[in-house]
């Protein structure tokens, strides 16, 4: 079982820069592929990052590709994304996830990930 909290949200100007944090609890952490997904009201849960369990290889969204960089640290079982330039378009509920399954490409779907943290809030202000 992984238990997954996150940390860094909350109101910003646009163009200003967050960094979100997930804090996971189990020892089996290090060993999944972990993705930041957001969601806002009426919407579906939409893809934001992932990156393969050992860091070597991150994969992002069209929307934030090129502002946005996906890490982790297994040694403190923290995942991290850090978000640039931020638009009005970027506020959502951040929510990191970590895929249960080994041996498999990283998901892009939020059905492909087992374990979800509450979420964290990011409103950025025009």
């Known amino acids: 079982q992984v238990q997954l909290v996150e940390s860094g949200g909350g109101l910003v100007q646009a163009g200003a820069s967050l960094r979100l944090s997930c804090a996971a609890s189990g020892r089996t952490f290090s060993r999944y592929a972990m993705g930041w997904f957001r969601q806002t009201p009426g919407k579906e849960r939409e893809f934001v990052a992932a990156i393969t369990w050992n860091g070597g290889s991150t994969y992002y969204a069209d929307s934030v590709k090129g502002r946005s960089t996906i890490s982790r640290d297994n040694r403190k079982n923290t995942g991290y994304l850090q978000m640039n330039s931020l638009i009005p378009e970027d506020a959502a509920v951040y929510f990191c996830?970590?895929?249960?399954?080994?041996?498999?490409?990283?998901?892009?779907?939020?059905?492909?990930?087992?374990?979800w943290g509450q979420g964290t809030q990011v409103t950025v202000s025009s």
């Open positions: 996830a970590a895929d249960g399954r080994l041996g498999v490409p990283v998901g892009r779907q939020p059905s492909e990930y087992d374990y």
